[in-house]
Protein backbone atom coordinates (compact mmCIF):
# COMPACT_ATOMS: atom_id res chain seq x y z
CA UNK A 1 0.00 0.00 0.00
CA UNK A 2 2.89 2.36 1.10
CA UNK A 3 4.87 1.45 -1.91
CA UNK A 4 2.25 1.75 -4.51
CA UNK A 5 0.91 4.95 -3.30
CA UNK A 6 4.15 6.22 -3.85
CA UNK A 7 4.42 4.96 -7.55
CA UNK A 8 0.87 6.83 -8.10
CA UNK A 9 2.52 9.71 -7.18
CA UNK A 10 5.21 9.73 -8.97
CA UNK A 11 3.30 8.54 -12.37
CA UNK A 12 1.09 11.77 -11.72
CA UNK A 13 3.58 13.80 -10.87
CA UNK A 14 5.75 12.78 -13.93
CA UNK A 15 2.58 13.06 -16.21
CA UNK A 16 2.71 16.79 -15.33
CA UNK A 17 6.26 17.40 -15.46
CA UNK A 18 6.64 16.33 -19.08
CA UNK A 19 3.42 18.47 -20.23
CA UNK A 20 5.31 21.54 -17.74
CA UNK A 21 8.74 21.18 -20.25
CA UNK A 22 7.53 20.24 -23.54
CA UNK A 23 3.67 20.96 -23.69
CA UNK A 24 3.19 18.65 -25.90
CA UNK A 25 0.53 15.67 -25.65
CA UNK A 26 2.18 13.41 -28.18
CA UNK A 27 5.93 13.95 -26.49
CA UNK A 28 3.98 12.64 -23.11
CA UNK A 29 2.84 9.86 -25.69
CA UNK A 30 6.31 9.30 -26.50
CA UNK A 31 6.74 9.23 -23.03
CA UNK A 32 4.99 6.09 -22.29
CA UNK A 33 5.80 4.57 -24.86
CA UNK A 34 9.47 4.41 -23.89
CA UNK A 35 8.05 2.64 -20.65
CA UNK A 36 6.07 -0.11 -21.97
CA UNK A 37 8.32 -0.66 -25.14
CA UNK A 38 11.17 -2.88 -23.62
CA UNK A 39 8.40 -5.15 -22.43
CA UNK A 40 7.95 -5.96 -26.30
CA UNK A 41 11.84 -6.86 -26.73
CA UNK A 42 12.16 -8.59 -23.41
CA UNK A 43 8.99 -10.01 -22.56
CA UNK A 44 9.08 -13.87 -23.44
CA UNK A 45 12.69 -14.15 -22.79
CA UNK A 46 11.67 -12.90 -18.81
CA UNK A 47 8.62 -15.33 -18.77
CA UNK A 48 11.40 -18.59 -19.48
CA UNK A 49 13.48 -16.80 -16.29
CA UNK A 50 10.40 -16.22 -14.03
CA UNK A 51 9.83 -20.23 -14.52
CA UNK A 52 13.29 -20.98 -13.36
CA UNK A 53 14.39 -18.74 -10.74
CA UNK A 54 12.52 -18.28 -7.18
CA UNK A 55 9.81 -15.04 -8.00
CA UNK A 56 10.76 -13.37 -4.61
CA UNK A 57 14.32 -13.08 -5.74
CA UNK A 58 13.18 -11.18 -8.84
CA UNK A 59 10.83 -8.95 -6.75
CA UNK A 60 13.45 -8.23 -4.40
CA UNK A 61 15.74 -7.29 -7.30
CA UNK A 62 13.00 -5.23 -9.38
CA UNK A 63 12.11 -3.14 -6.28
CA UNK A 64 15.46 -2.12 -5.35
CA UNK A 65 16.23 -1.21 -8.74
CA UNK A 66 12.99 0.39 -8.86
CA UNK A 67 13.78 2.42 -5.93
CA UNK A 68 17.00 3.77 -7.23
CA UNK A 69 15.63 4.98 -10.68
CA UNK A 70 12.64 7.34 -8.43
CA UNK A 71 15.56 8.99 -6.46
CA UNK A 72 17.94 9.37 -9.55
CA UNK A 73 14.52 11.42 -11.15
CA UNK A 74 13.96 12.99 -7.70
CA UNK A 75 17.65 14.35 -7.75
CA UNK A 76 17.54 15.71 -11.33
CA UNK A 77 14.24 18.02 -10.51
CA UNK A 78 15.60 19.56 -7.32
CA UNK A 79 18.56 20.55 -9.06
CA UNK A 80 17.03 21.83 -12.26
CA UNK A 81 19.04 20.12 -14.31
CA UNK A 82 16.02 17.83 -15.84
CA UNK A 83 15.23 17.30 -19.06
CA UNK A 84 12.81 15.55 -20.96
CA UNK A 85 15.57 13.27 -22.41
CA UNK A 86 16.63 12.48 -18.95
CA UNK A 87 12.71 11.22 -18.44
CA UNK A 88 13.03 9.09 -21.41
CA UNK A 89 15.64 7.63 -20.35
CA UNK A 90 14.20 6.55 -16.74
CA UNK A 91 11.29 5.71 -18.24
CA UNK A 92 12.95 3.04 -20.81
CA UNK A 93 15.21 1.92 -17.76
CA UNK A 94 11.92 1.37 -15.66
CA UNK A 95 9.96 -0.49 -18.59
CA UNK A 96 12.81 -3.03 -18.53
CA UNK A 97 12.78 -3.18 -14.96
CA UNK A 98 8.72 -3.85 -15.23
CA UNK A 99 9.33 -6.51 -17.67
CA UNK A 100 10.56 -8.79 -15.28
CA UNK A 101 8.54 -7.29 -12.57
CA UNK A 102 5.14 -7.80 -13.68
CA UNK A 103 4.80 -11.71 -14.57
CA UNK A 104 7.13 -12.35 -11.40
CA UNK A 105 4.16 -10.72 -9.31
CA UNK A 106 1.36 -12.32 -11.09
CA UNK A 107 2.74 -15.98 -10.64
CA UNK A 108 3.67 -15.27 -7.25
CA UNK A 109 0.45 -14.38 -6.24
CA UNK A 110 -0.57 -17.83 -7.66
CA UNK A 111 2.26 -19.64 -5.05
CA UNK A 112 0.95 -17.50 -2.23
CA UNK A 113 -2.62 -18.76 -2.37
CA UNK A 114 -3.42 -21.12 -4.63
CA UNK A 115 -6.23 -22.03 -7.22
CA UNK A 116 -9.20 -21.66 -5.12
CA UNK A 117 -8.68 -18.21 -3.62
CA UNK A 118 -6.86 -17.05 -6.69
CA UNK A 119 -10.09 -14.84 -8.03
CA UNK A 120 -10.07 -12.90 -4.20
CA UNK A 121 -6.71 -12.45 -4.12
CA UNK A 122 -6.57 -10.45 -7.55
CA UNK A 123 -9.54 -8.74 -6.61
CA UNK A 124 -7.90 -7.66 -2.98
CA UNK A 125 -4.62 -7.18 -4.50
CA UNK A 126 -6.60 -4.15 -6.78
CA UNK A 127 -8.05 -2.67 -3.73
CA UNK A 128 -5.10 -2.05 -2.14
CA UNK A 129 -3.78 -0.73 -6.10
CA UNK A 130 -6.95 1.35 -6.32
CA UNK A 131 -6.80 2.92 -2.66
CA UNK A 132 -3.31 3.89 -3.76
CA UNK A 133 -4.82 5.16 -6.85
CA UNK A 134 -7.18 7.39 -5.08
CA UNK A 135 -4.35 8.48 -2.15
CA UNK A 136 -1.50 9.63 -4.30
CA UNK A 137 -2.66 11.60 -7.10
CA UNK A 138 -4.05 13.60 -4.87
CA UNK A 139 -1.41 13.81 -2.35
CA UNK A 140 1.28 14.49 -5.61
CA UNK A 141 -0.99 17.24 -7.37
CA UNK A 142 -1.00 19.39 -3.92
CA UNK A 143 2.23 18.51 -3.32
CA UNK A 144 3.52 19.50 -6.95
CA UNK A 145 0.97 22.83 -6.53
CA UNK A 146 2.72 23.65 -3.12
CA UNK A 147 6.01 22.38 -2.64
CA UNK A 148 7.41 21.47 -5.72
CA UNK A 149 7.67 17.94 -7.94
CA UNK A 150 10.77 16.64 -7.26
CA UNK A 151 9.07 15.48 -3.56
CA UNK A 152 6.78 13.27 -5.45
CA UNK A 153 9.46 11.39 -6.92
CA UNK A 154 11.87 11.46 -3.52
CA UNK A 155 8.91 10.00 -1.62
CA UNK A 156 8.47 7.29 -3.97
CA UNK A 157 12.00 6.47 -3.96
CA UNK A 158 11.71 6.27 0.25
CA UNK A 159 8.39 4.08 -0.17
CA UNK A 160 10.31 1.17 -1.84
CA UNK A 161 11.76 0.60 1.59
CA UNK A 162 8.10 -0.88 2.90
CA UNK A 163 7.97 -3.67 -0.13
CA UNK A 164 11.29 -4.84 -0.23
CA UNK A 165 10.88 -5.33 3.83
CA UNK A 166 7.68 -6.93 3.37
CA UNK A 167 9.17 -9.08 0.59
CA UNK A 168 11.62 -10.42 3.01
CA UNK A 169 9.51 -11.08 5.56
CA UNK A 170 7.31 -13.29 3.34
CA UNK A 171 7.67 -16.82 3.41
CA UNK A 172 6.26 -19.48 0.76
CA UNK A 173 6.01 -22.99 -0.16
CA UNK A 174 6.02 -22.22 -3.55
CA UNK A 175 9.19 -22.60 -5.13
CA UNK A 176 10.06 -22.93 -9.24
CA UNK A 177 10.03 -26.81 -10.33
CA UNK A 178 13.74 -28.07 -11.08
CA UNK A 179 13.28 -28.12 -15.21
CA UNK A 180 15.96 -29.77 -17.18
CA UNK A 181 18.58 -27.43 -19.10
CA UNK A 182 17.45 -26.25 -22.22
CA UNK A 183 17.89 -23.08 -24.48
CA UNK A 184 15.95 -19.91 -24.22
CA UNK A 185 14.28 -19.81 -28.01
CA UNK A 186 13.14 -23.45 -27.42
CA UNK A 187 11.29 -23.08 -23.95
CA UNK A 188 9.83 -19.80 -25.41
CA UNK A 189 8.49 -21.71 -28.22
CA UNK A 190 7.14 -24.49 -26.26
CA UNK A 191 5.20 -21.75 -24.17
CA UNK A 192 3.31 -20.11 -27.26
CA UNK A 193 3.11 -23.50 -28.44
CA UNK A 194 0.77 -24.39 -25.52
CA UNK A 195 -1.02 -21.05 -25.29
CA UNK A 196 -2.40 -21.23 -29.29
CA UNK A 197 -3.62 -24.64 -28.22
CA UNK A 198 -6.43 -23.08 -26.11
CA UNK A 199 -8.97 -21.41 -27.73
CA UNK A 200 -9.71 -20.13 -24.51
CA UNK A 201 -7.09 -18.45 -23.57
CA UNK A 202 -6.15 -17.04 -27.41
CA UNK A 203 -9.75 -15.48 -27.34
CA UNK A 204 -8.87 -13.92 -23.85
CA UNK A 205 -5.05 -12.69 -24.86
CA UNK A 206 -6.90 -10.98 -28.30
CA UNK A 207 -9.75 -8.87 -26.31
CA UNK A 208 -6.94 -8.00 -23.43
CA UNK A 209 -5.01 -6.39 -26.52
CA UNK A 210 -8.06 -4.18 -27.25
CA UNK A 211 -8.86 -3.00 -24.19
CA UNK A 212 -5.13 -2.74 -22.82
CA UNK A 213 -4.40 -0.65 -26.06
CA UNK A 214 -7.42 1.76 -26.73
CA UNK A 215 -9.32 1.54 -23.75
CA UNK A 216 -6.37 2.85 -20.71
CA UNK A 217 -4.33 4.84 -21.44
CA UNK A 218 -5.16 7.33 -18.69
CA UNK A 219 -1.60 8.43 -17.76
CA UNK A 220 -1.99 10.38 -21.36
CA UNK A 221 -5.47 11.10 -22.07
CA UNK A 222 -6.81 12.33 -18.52
CA UNK A 223 -3.78 14.96 -18.11
CA UNK A 224 -4.18 16.29 -21.27
CA UNK A 225 -8.54 16.58 -21.11
CA UNK A 226 -8.23 17.91 -17.69
CA UNK A 227 -5.61 20.98 -18.93
CA UNK A 228 -7.37 21.37 -22.39
CA UNK A 229 -10.85 20.63 -22.06
CA UNK A 230 -11.31 21.09 -18.06
CA UNK A 231 -8.78 24.09 -17.33
CA UNK A 232 -7.65 22.62 -14.61
CA UNK A 233 -5.10 22.50 -12.88
CA UNK A 234 -2.24 19.92 -11.57
CA UNK A 235 -4.48 19.81 -8.50
CA UNK A 236 -7.39 18.90 -10.39
CA UNK A 237 -5.52 16.76 -12.52
CA UNK A 238 -5.09 14.57 -9.35
CA UNK A 239 -8.36 14.52 -8.18
CA UNK A 240 -9.35 13.27 -11.61
CA UNK A 241 -6.90 10.42 -11.03
CA UNK A 242 -8.29 9.54 -7.61
CA UNK A 243 -11.43 9.53 -8.96
CA UNK A 244 -10.13 6.58 -11.34
CA UNK A 245 -9.17 5.05 -8.62
CA UNK A 246 -12.12 5.17 -6.52
CA UNK A 247 -14.43 3.73 -9.35
CA UNK A 248 -11.53 1.24 -9.58
CA UNK A 249 -11.48 0.48 -6.05
CA UNK A 250 -15.07 -0.22 -5.91
CA UNK A 251 -14.91 -2.46 -8.46
CA UNK A 252 -12.60 -4.35 -7.35
CA UNK A 253 -14.23 -4.75 -3.73
CA UNK A 254 -17.30 -5.87 -5.80
CA UNK A 255 -15.47 -8.10 -7.60
CA UNK A 256 -14.08 -9.88 -4.27
CA UNK A 257 -17.15 -10.21 -2.94
CA UNK A 258 -18.28 -12.12 -5.61
CA UNK A 259 -14.88 -14.52 -6.40
CA UNK A 260 -17.09 -17.24 -5.20
CA UNK A 261 -18.41 -17.94 -8.04
CA UNK A 262 -15.04 -18.23 -10.42
CA UNK A 263 -14.30 -15.75 -13.05
CA UNK A 264 -16.89 -15.61 -15.58
CA UNK A 265 -15.68 -15.16 -19.59
CA UNK A 266 -18.94 -13.77 -20.22
CA UNK A 267 -17.64 -10.43 -18.31
CA UNK A 268 -14.50 -10.15 -20.72
CA UNK A 269 -17.31 -9.40 -23.69
CA UNK A 270 -19.64 -7.50 -22.41
CA UNK A 271 -17.68 -5.16 -20.14
CA UNK A 272 -15.47 -3.86 -23.23
CA UNK A 273 -18.52 -2.49 -24.95
CA UNK A 274 -19.33 -0.43 -21.66
CA UNK A 275 -15.80 1.26 -21.35
CA UNK A 276 -15.97 2.37 -25.07
CA UNK A 277 -19.14 3.94 -24.64
CA UNK A 278 -18.39 5.49 -21.62
CA UNK A 279 -14.86 7.12 -23.08
CA UNK A 280 -17.30 8.39 -25.82
CA UNK A 281 -19.88 9.84 -23.61
CA UNK A 282 -16.13 11.21 -21.15
CA UNK A 283 -15.25 13.09 -24.64
CA UNK A 284 -18.23 14.78 -25.69
CA UNK A 285 -18.38 16.71 -22.13
CA UNK A 286 -16.91 20.06 -20.56
CA UNK A 287 -17.94 19.32 -17.22
CA UNK A 288 -15.43 18.57 -14.57
CA UNK A 289 -18.27 16.62 -12.04
CA UNK A 290 -19.01 14.81 -14.89
CA UNK A 291 -16.33 13.86 -16.05
CA UNK A 292 -14.77 12.59 -12.36
CA UNK A 293 -18.01 10.52 -12.35
CA UNK A 294 -17.39 9.09 -15.53
CA UNK A 295 -13.94 8.57 -15.05
CA UNK A 296 -14.59 6.71 -11.94
CA UNK A 297 -17.24 4.33 -14.10
CA UNK A 298 -14.60 3.56 -16.58
CA UNK A 299 -12.27 2.52 -13.57
CA UNK A 300 -15.33 0.40 -12.24
CA UNK A 301 -15.34 -1.71 -15.20
CA UNK A 302 -11.60 -2.21 -16.37
CA UNK A 303 -10.58 -3.18 -12.88
CA UNK A 304 -13.71 -5.93 -13.55
CA UNK A 305 -12.11 -6.33 -17.06
CA UNK A 306 -8.58 -6.86 -15.58
CA UNK A 307 -9.62 -9.26 -12.75
CA UNK A 308 -11.56 -11.21 -14.66
CA UNK A 309 -9.03 -11.79 -17.57
CA UNK A 310 -5.72 -12.28 -15.11
CA UNK A 311 -7.64 -15.27 -12.80
CA UNK A 312 -9.37 -16.56 -15.94
CA UNK A 313 -5.74 -17.22 -17.52
CA UNK A 314 -3.87 -18.16 -14.18
CA UNK A 315 -6.53 -20.37 -13.36
CA UNK A 316 -6.62 -22.00 -16.98
CA UNK A 317 -2.71 -22.69 -17.11
CA UNK A 318 -0.51 -25.51 -16.15
CA UNK A 319 2.04 -24.62 -13.55
CA UNK A 320 4.94 -25.46 -15.68
CA UNK A 321 3.65 -22.90 -18.28
CA UNK A 322 2.04 -20.19 -15.80
CA UNK A 323 5.58 -17.70 -16.04
CA UNK A 324 5.48 -18.14 -19.65
CA UNK A 325 1.55 -17.31 -20.46
CA UNK A 326 1.78 -14.84 -17.95
CA UNK A 327 4.50 -13.40 -19.58
CA UNK A 328 2.53 -13.13 -22.65
CA UNK A 329 -0.09 -11.42 -20.78
CA UNK A 330 2.43 -9.32 -19.79
CA UNK A 331 3.39 -8.53 -23.00
CA UNK A 332 -0.14 -7.48 -24.38
CA UNK A 333 -1.15 -6.03 -21.15
CA UNK A 334 1.45 -3.29 -20.99
CA UNK A 335 2.89 -3.77 -24.25
CA UNK A 336 0.08 -2.47 -25.94
CA UNK A 337 0.50 0.70 -24.16
CA UNK A 338 3.45 2.27 -26.58
CA UNK A 339 0.96 2.06 -29.42
CA UNK A 340 -1.75 3.36 -27.39
CA UNK A 341 0.31 6.15 -26.12
CA UNK A 342 0.93 7.29 -29.51
CA UNK A 343 -2.01 6.86 -30.71
CA UNK A 344 -4.41 8.77 -28.37
CA UNK A 345 -1.02 10.97 -28.13
CA UNK A 346 -1.17 12.00 -32.18
CA UNK A 347 -5.30 12.37 -31.99
CA UNK A 348 -4.75 14.48 -28.88
CA UNK A 349 -1.62 16.89 -30.72
CA UNK A 350 -4.37 17.11 -34.03
CA UNK A 351 -7.91 16.91 -33.11
CA UNK A 352 -7.90 17.89 -29.11
CA UNK A 353 -8.35 15.39 -26.18
CA UNK A 354 -12.28 15.24 -26.59
CA UNK A 355 -11.64 14.13 -29.49
CA UNK A 356 -8.67 11.57 -28.72
CA UNK A 357 -11.49 10.18 -26.21
CA UNK A 358 -14.19 10.06 -28.14
CA UNK A 359 -11.68 7.94 -30.99
CA UNK A 360 -10.02 5.64 -28.30
CA UNK A 361 -13.67 4.77 -27.48
CA UNK A 362 -15.26 4.34 -31.00
CA UNK A 363 -12.05 2.16 -31.75
CA UNK A 364 -12.61 -0.17 -28.45
CA UNK A 365 -16.23 -0.66 -28.68
CA UNK A 366 -15.60 -1.85 -33.22
CA UNK A 367 -12.87 -3.85 -32.24
CA UNK A 368 -14.04 -5.51 -29.46
CA UNK A 369 -17.50 -6.65 -31.30
CA UNK A 370 -15.15 -7.72 -34.02
CA UNK A 371 -13.43 -10.37 -31.72
CA UNK A 372 -16.44 -10.87 -29.05
CA UNK A 373 -19.37 -11.46 -31.56
CA UNK A 374 -18.67 -14.60 -32.53
CA UNK A 375 -17.99 -15.85 -29.08
CA UNK A 376 -21.35 -13.95 -28.20
CA UNK A 377 -23.51 -15.69 -30.62
CA UNK A 378 -21.69 -19.08 -29.37
CA UNK A 379 -22.66 -18.38 -25.67
CA UNK A 380 -26.03 -17.02 -26.63
CA UNK A 381 -26.82 -20.29 -28.87
CA UNK A 382 -25.25 -22.32 -25.68
CA UNK A 383 -27.68 -20.95 -23.34
CA UNK A 384 -30.98 -21.40 -25.68
CA UNK A 385 -29.87 -24.81 -26.26
CA UNK A 386 -29.53 -25.62 -22.54
CA UNK A 387 -33.07 -23.77 -21.67
CA UNK A 388 -34.75 -26.06 -25.16
CA UNK A 389 -32.95 -29.46 -23.34
CA UNK A 390 -34.50 -28.38 -19.68
CA UNK A 391 -37.69 -27.94 -21.60
CA UNK A 392 -37.58 -30.58 -23.10
CA UNK A 393 -36.52 -33.04 -20.28
CA UNK A 394 -39.22 -31.20 -18.35
CA UNK A 395 -41.92 -32.08 -20.94
CA UNK A 396 -40.76 -35.66 -21.29
CA UNK A 397 -40.91 -36.00 -17.14
CA UNK A 398 -44.38 -35.00 -16.83
CA UNK A 399 -45.69 -36.59 -20.21
CA UNK A 400 -43.97 -40.20 -18.57
CA UNK A 401 -45.63 -38.90 -15.01
CA UNK A 402 -49.03 -38.87 -16.54
CA UNK A 403 -48.63 -42.16 -18.29
CA UNK A 404 -47.35 -43.73 -15.26
CA UNK A 405 -50.62 -42.45 -13.51
CA UNK A 406 -53.23 -43.44 -16.14
CA UNK A 407 -51.51 -46.98 -15.79
CA UNK A 408 -51.90 -47.11 -12.13
CA UNK A 409 -56.00 -45.95 -12.41
CA UNK A 410 -56.27 -48.48 -15.64
CA UNK A 411 -55.08 -51.34 -13.33
Not at 308 to 316: D, K, L, P
Not at 326 to 351: E, H, K, Q, R, T
Request: aromatic share 10%.
Amino acid sequence: MISVTGTWMQTTAQAWLVLTLTESPLLLGIMGAARFAPLLVLSLFAGVIVDKVPKRTILLITQFVSMLLALILAALVFSGFVRYWHILVLSALLGTVKTFDIPARQAFMFELVGKETLLNAIALNSSVFNLARIIGPSVAGILTAVAGMGWAFLINGVSFIAVIVGLYMIQTKGTPKQVRKTRTMPEIKAGLKYLMSSTSLKSTMAILAVVATFGMNYNVLIPVFAREVLGADATGFGYLMSSLGVGSLIGALFVATRSKRGPRKIRLYIIPLVVATLFVLTGLNTSFFLSAVLVGLIGFFNIGFTTTANSFVQINTEDRYRGRVMSVYSLIFAGSSPFGNLYVGGIADALGAGASFVIAGLTTGGLSLLICWRRLRIWLKKEKTTEETLGLIDSKDDQQSIDITQDRKSA
